[in-house]
Structure formats: structure tokens, C-alpha cells
């Protein structure tokens, strides 16, 4: 008789493009505000809301001021490319939002896709920014951003 053991990775590493081939742990940089300052975290008036767009945070979360207002999320300080594996979205209301982001090579966003869920998984997703859109009415909307962000105080 031959039997198995199925091990399951309680977290996963991954090598980012660019890097000198340095293999990361993949974490929630919207989790810590020394990965993602909450001013690296503004709506459409460059307002930073990050205390409040957080999932381990305690608020009811951001409500959008308009229907063209946007969540835009800047991933590091030095402009440096993440890999994005998961984005979370909890909110009131939630039908959609429209992703868009900035690379390395882009002067302005560019969409990306319709996220419909409230858990969203990406093999191949790079960016220097993210910016989210809600559909009208979705209110108290929090993020979580997985990826293969520089610990702490280390740039890529």
C-alpha cells in the first residue's frame, strides 16, 4: 500500500522580476502601515485615508465622497514593481470595482480588470500603483493587498 502526505504552505514564496532573484514571503502590505504608510493611501482628492481602508482596522472603512471617487494605493516609495497575488475587498454594498494600475513604464493608469469578487488571486500582476473604483453605493470598503512587498525599510 503507498500512502501520501499532503503539506500545505502556510505562506508562499515567490521571485520578483527585476530583483536581483531574491525569493519573498508573500504578506499583506495594506496590514502594516511600515510596508504601506496610510499616506501612501489617498481618495480622488489626495486625502490620505489609509487609517480608514485597512481590513485590520477598527473603522467602519472608507465611504467614497462621489461616484468618481477613487482608491488609489501606492505600493512602495521608491516606485519599485510588487507582485500582486490577492487583493481582498470587504465592504457595504459591494458589486464591482474597476482596477487600475501603474507600472514601471506608465505615466498614467491603465485598467486592468472588473473585480466582481471579494477575494481576487493574480498569477501575473506587477504594479507600482493601484487604483480602485467602486460602483455607486458601496460603502465602509476596506483592502487587503497581498504580494511580495520588501520587508520594512528595504527597497527591492
Known amino acids: 500500500m503507498i500512502s501520501f502526505t499532503l503539506v500545505i ?31 501612501n493611501i489617498v481618495n480622488s482628492k489626495n486625502v490620505s485615508i489609509g487609517h480608514r481602508a485597512r481590513l485590520n482596522e477598527t473603522s467602519l472603512g472608507y465611504t467614497p465622497t462621489s461616484a468618481n471617487d477613487k482608491i488609489i494605493i501606492k505600493l512602495t516609495n521608491d516606485n519599485s514593481q510588487i507582485a500582486i497575488g490577492e487583493i481582498v475587498i470587504n465592504a457595504q454594498n459591494f458589486q464591482s470595482a474597476s482596477l487600475f494600475i501603474k507600472t514601471t513604464n506608465d505615466n498614467a493608469f491603465n485598467f486592468y480588470a472588473d473585480l466582481t469578487q471579494n477575494i481576487t488571486t493574480f498569477d501575473n500582476l506587477y504594479a507600482t500603483e493601484l487604483q480602485f473604483q467602486f460602483t455607486n453605493g458601496t460603502r465602509h470598503i476596506k483592502l487587503g493587498i497581498s504580494g511580495c512587498f520588501p520587508p520594512p525599510g528595504k527597497k527591492h
Open 9 to 39: 504552505p502556510l505562506s508562499t514564496t515567490i521571485v520578483s522580476p527585476g530583483t536581483t532573484g531574491e525569493i519573498c514571503l508573500i504578506t499583506d502590505g495594506m496590514a502594516d502601515v511600515n510596508i504601506i504608510p496610510n499616506e
